[in-house]
T-cell receptor, first 111, second 115 residues
Framework: KQEVTQIPAALSVPEGENLVLNCSFT??????LQWFRQDPGKGLTSLLL?????REQTSGRLNASLDKSSGRSTLYIAASQPGDSATYLC??????????FGSGTRLQVQP | KAGVTQTPRYLIKTRGQQVTLSCSPI?????VSWYQQTPGQGLQFLFE???????NKGNFPGRFSGRQFSNSRSEMNVSTLELGDSALYLC??????????????FGPGTRLTVT
């Protein structure tokens, strides 16, 4: 059974810092991995999707990497802003369109 | 392109009642998945529908059911509500032809409170 762990559970940083969020998983037989953002009481916004054959994806200030052999993915946020404050979730799809989610990292960026 | 829509956004029900939630996927998406989010269990997969057929089901009791219509809209039903069913219910749609690889797009969710 796939298990997904996200560390740290919460993070508070001053504006402008670069930061790394971690996601680890137990089963490397994945189809893709998605990073999402969730604002309080809201739905999920897809940030990046990494296909199983890819090593990383970039979108603006965000960069996500995938290392299947070690069971790890990282989300790098450059030059953080207060508007980045949210919960970040990683989710794995084994090809059956049933995402397995981590518990999330709650990020607060202080002005 | 319009996003995933869910109705209603908020619901309050009493234990023992049943409830039906609705989800309209992104136009052209034929796969619809449902998830339950609670503070204790996080996000958990309920089931996935494609072309009116349930293709995958999570580990939830039979009180949770769903269906999909020919226009890809989906409903989920929870019968005999329990207090523990209070949660945010999220719907997601995807299409392998949209950027490929089944990227899932989520709706805003339905907040269900059972009293």
């Amino acid at each position: 059974k796939q298990e997904v762990t996200q560390i740290p559970a919460a993070l508070s940083v001053p504006e402008g810092e670069n930061l790394v969020l971690n996601c680890s998983f137990t089963d490397s037989a994945i189809y893709n991995l998605q990073w999402f953002r969730q604002d309080p009481g809201k739905g999920l916004t897809s940030l990046l999707l990494i296909q199983s054959s890819q090593r990383e994806q970039t979108s603006g200030r965000l960069n996500a990497s995938l290392d299947k052999s070690s069971g790890r993915s990282t989300l790098y946020i450059a030059a953080s802003q207060p508007g980045d404050s949210a919960t970040y979730l990683c989710a794995l799809d084994t090809g059956r369109r049933a995402l397995t989610f981590g518990s999330g990292t709650r990020l607060q960026v202080q002005p | 392109k319009a996003g995933v829509t869910q109705t209603p956004r908020y619901l309050i029900k009493t234990r023992g009642q049943q409830v039906t939630l609705s989800c309209s996927p992104i136009s052209g998406h034929r796969s619809v998945s449902w998830y339950q989010q609670t503070p204790g269990q996080g996000l958990q997969f309920l089931f996935e529908y494609f072309s009116e057929t349930q293709r995958n089901k999570g580990n939830f009791p039979g009180r949770f059911s769903g269906r999909q219509f020919s226009n890809s809209r989906s409903e989920m039903n929870v019968s005999t509500l329990e207090l523990g069913d209070s949660a945010l219910y999220l719907c997601a749609s995807s299409s392998p032809r949209d950027r490929g690889f089944n990227e899932q797009y989520f709706g805003p969710g339905t907040r269900l409170t059972v009293t």
